[in-house]
């Protein structure tokens, strides 16, 4: 399949997902992110169904032109009720708040696992009004070296292996969001942010501003372009080359990069 021109992409909308519309999942732990959201809409349907069927109850069964009375209810159906709400808050909100930490622990932020894995793949990305560019280490294997490979709006990964960025902005928030990879990040002036991720499906998805930055915020759209391994190896020797033909060292703007940090 040879890529789409990225700027047919850029105006795309991100492929979707059968059922209710979510984008279509191609990262390898967006799925954990989605089962969250599944068992909310499904424990708000049910709470829900609950409330409704009770006021409907109470319609019916008091219907007809009659002075209401006022009850505080009995000991017993206060319990009920006090007692249904604590246990949904444990066995629902629990359940959110642990599988949460968790994912965060085990996936979304497991930095030091992703950092000591020599499969994974650094970019740092510069967000400013109103594009993202992106910097990969050239063959030195260092970043904010001469031999940086520097694209704007247009990040290439390979499918399979963990990608770490290192995020920050140079101007006001914008937010790095990846809705087919269900991962989004601030990127803040002043702070580098991390987020990673790993690409499943080979293919060309949104890199959208999750954040209002400005009057052409809604134009701060890259492309995320997953490759195979072979073909990210000669992407990324193409771009090598043409990084050391570009090379200015007058070029101040272009020097943005910073010394891969550690946490
Ligand atoms: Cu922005």
Redesign the pocket.
């Known amino acids: 399949m040879s890529p789409t021109p990225l700027f047919a992409v850029a105006l795309a909308e991100p492929p979707r997902a059968p059922g209710y519309g979510l984008p279509a999942d191609v990262s390898a732990d967006g799925h954990l992110i989605d089962s969250l959201l599944h068992f909310t809409l499904a424990a708000t349907a049910i709470v829900f169904a609950v409330v409704l069927a009770a006021l409907l109850w109470a319609v019916i069964r008091h219907r007809g032109n009659r002075l209401a009375s006022y009850t505080h209810g009995t000991r017993g159906s206060r319990s009920i009720v006090v007692g249904s709400v604590v246990a949904i808050a444990i066995v629902v909100d629990g359940y959110l708040f642990s599988s949460t930490v968790l994912d965060l622990r085990r996936h979304f932020w497991n930095f030091d696992g992703v950092e000591a894995n020599p499969r994974t793949v650094r970019v740092e990305v510069n967000?400013h009004?109103?594009s993202w560019t992106a910097r990969y280490a050239g063959p030195d294997g260092r970043f904010a070296t001469p031999d940086d490979i520097v694209t704007i709006d247009d990040i290439r990964v390979p499918v399979g292996a963990p990608v770490l960025v290192q995020l920050t902005?140079i101007d006001?928030?914008?937010?790095f969001y990846l809705p087919n990879f269900r991962v989004k990040q601030d990127?803040v002036p002043g702070n580098v942010g991390r987020l990673t991720f790993e690409a499943r499906v080979p293919g060309q998805y949104e890199l959208a501003?999750?954040?209002?930055?400005?009057p052409n915020?809604y134009k701060?759209r890259g492309v995320l372009t997953v490759l195979t391994p072979e073909g990210y190896r000669q992407w990324w020797e193409e771009a090598a080359a043409d990084a050391a033909r570009a090379y200015d060292p007058d070029d101040r703007e272009a020097g943005w990069g910073w010394e891969w940090r550690r946490f």
């Open positions: 967000a009004q109103w902005s006001v928030i914008h937010s990127a501003c999750a954040q209002h930055c400005g915020h701060m």
